[in-house]
C-alpha cells in the first residue's frame, strides 16, 4: 500500500511559473524524502527532509513538512521545460527500517 | 559509469516462462532494494538486502519470486512461471547505511513484458 499521496496527480504550467506539490502521509515519520523521474534518467533523489524539521531548501527546490498535518510540500521556482517529469514523495516510518515508501506521484509538465 | 546499473534494460517472455534480472549497485554501498512499478504509480517495495543478508520482503512478492544477493554485491531477481499481471518495471537501488535518511540511488531499471 502507498503510505504519501501527492496532490495534484498533474500539474501543467508555463516555464518561468513556480510549481506547487503536496504529499500527505498516513503514520509517523522518521524522514520524508523527494525524488524525481522522467524517461531519461529514471528515479533520482532530490532532497530529504528530517521529521525535527520544517523546511529545507536545495537549489530552486524548497521542502517544507508538517507534521501535525502530517503533510509536504515540493515548491519548484522559476521552472524549467526540463523540470517535466514526475515527482514522488517517500517516507520512511519511525521504528521502522527506513525503508522509503513511495506516493504514486504528481506529473508536471512545464511548457516552454 | 559509477551508479547503479541493471540488466537487461528490457525483457520480453511469454506466460510461463522464468526470467532473472540482474542488479550491480554502487560498490560501496551495503544496502540493495528491490521495487516494482507499473504506469502510473510509484514504486512498490519488494525486498531488501543488507550486504548478502535478505532483511524484508514485501507480501507483494510471492513464491513465484526469489532474490539472491550471494557475495554482497551483485543481486538477481527470479521469477518463475510468469503471469500477465507481472509485467512491470523492476527497479533496483542501493544506498549506504547510515543514520536515519538513507538516500537511495536507483538504476534504469528493467521493463518486463509478459505476453
Known amino acids: 500500500s502507498q503510505q504519501g499521496e501527492e496532490d495534484p496527480q498533474a500539474l501543467s504550467i508555463q516555464e518561468g511559473e513556480n510549481a506547487t506539490m503536496n504529499c500527505s502521509y498516513k503514520?509517523?515519520?522518521?524522514?520524508l524524502q523527494w525524488y524525481r523521474q522522467n524517461s531519461g534518467r529514471g528515479l533520482v533523489h532530490l532532497i530529504l527532509?528530517?521529521?525535527?524539521?520544517r523546511e529545507k531548501h536545495s537549489g530552486r527546490l524548497r521542502v517544507t513538512l508538517d507534521t501535525s498535518k502530517k503533510s509536504s510540500s515540493l515548491l519548484i521556482t522559476a521552472s524549467r521545460a526540463a523540470d517535466t517529469a514526475s515527482y514522488f514523495c517517500?517516507?520512511?516510518?519511525?521504528?521502522?527500517?527506513?525503508?522509503?515508501?513511495f506516493g504514486r506521484g504528481t506529473s508536471l509538465i512545464v511548457h516552454p | 559509469d559509477t551508479g547503479v546499473s541493471q540488466n537487461p534494460r528490457h525483457k520480453i517472455t511469454k506466460r510461463g516462462q522464468n526470467v532473472t534480472f540482474r542488479c550491480d549497485p554502487i560498490?560501496?554501498?551495503?544496502?540493495l532494494y528491490w521495487y516494482r512499478q507499473t504506469l502510473g504509480q510509484g514504486p512498490e517495495f519488494l525486498t531488501y538486502?543488507?550486504?548478502?543478508?535478505?532483511?524484508?520482503k514485501s507480501r507483494l512478492l510471492s513464491d513465484r519470486f526469489s532474490a539472491e544477493r550471494p557475495k554482497g554485491s551483485f543481486s538477481t531477481l527470479e521469477i518463475q512461471r510468469t503471469e500477465q499481471g507481472d509485467s512491470a518495471m523492476y527497479l533496483c537501488?542501493?544506498?549506504?547505511?547510515?543514520?536515519?535518511?538513507?538516500?537511495?540511488?536507483f538504476g534504469p531499471g528493467t521493463r518486463l513484458t509478459v505476453l
Open positions: 503514520t509517523s515519520i522518521n524522514n
Open positions: 538486502f543488507q550486504n548478502e543478508a535478505q532483511l524484508e
Open positions: 517517500a517516507t520512511a516510518r519511525s521504528g521502522g527500517s527506513y525503508i522509503p515508501t
Open positions: 537501488a542501493s544506498s549506504f547505511e547510515g543514520l536515519a535518511g538513507i538516500e537511495q540511488f
Open positions: 560498490s560501496e554501498h551495503n544496502r
Open positions: 527532509i528530517r521529521s525535527n524539521e
